[in-house]
């Protein structure tokens, strides 16, 4: 009887997959509302979380801090260096097929193209690391 009732207060207390990441999501909009200053990177920041998913979007893309925007360039900034590298390696740039007729297909999206997409103005990103 007592394991019975272990087993109900275990499984009542468990939160699923979905639920997580309806919290992760609600905690990235909020993120984006309360902490994000600037109105383009807040818009950019937006789309990165719809096309990233709120996993991604907190885990990685979070930690790059607007710096600026200067000649074309989104400038952001991390503290963390491997952060920096797996942004580069995994998400700055997107993987798309050259279709026989010429066109592209997506495959996956990066922050580059979807930076591009919400500010056509901004051609590049750069991500520079500061120290703590």
Known sequence: MVFWHHQLK???NTKTEED???DNLQKAKDYIKTE?????FKRVSENLLKYFGP?????????????????STLI????NGFIIDTIKRDYLY???RTEPDGSITWLRKGLKE???????EI???EIIKLSN
Request: proline residues 2%; glycine residues 4%; contains cysteine.
């Open 10 to 12: 275990t499984k009542h």
């Open 20 to 22: 997580k990441t309806q």
């Open 36 to 40: 994000i200053k600037d109105e383009t």
């Open 55 to 71: 996993n991604v979007y907190l885990g990685w893309i979070s930690n790059l801090k607007f710096v600026a925007v200067i000649n």
């Open 76 to 79: 952001l900034s991390c503290t």
């Open 94 to 96: 997107g993987v798309y």
């Open 114 to 120: 979807i930076v591009e997409e919400t500010e056509p």
């Open 123 to 125: 051609k590049k990103i």
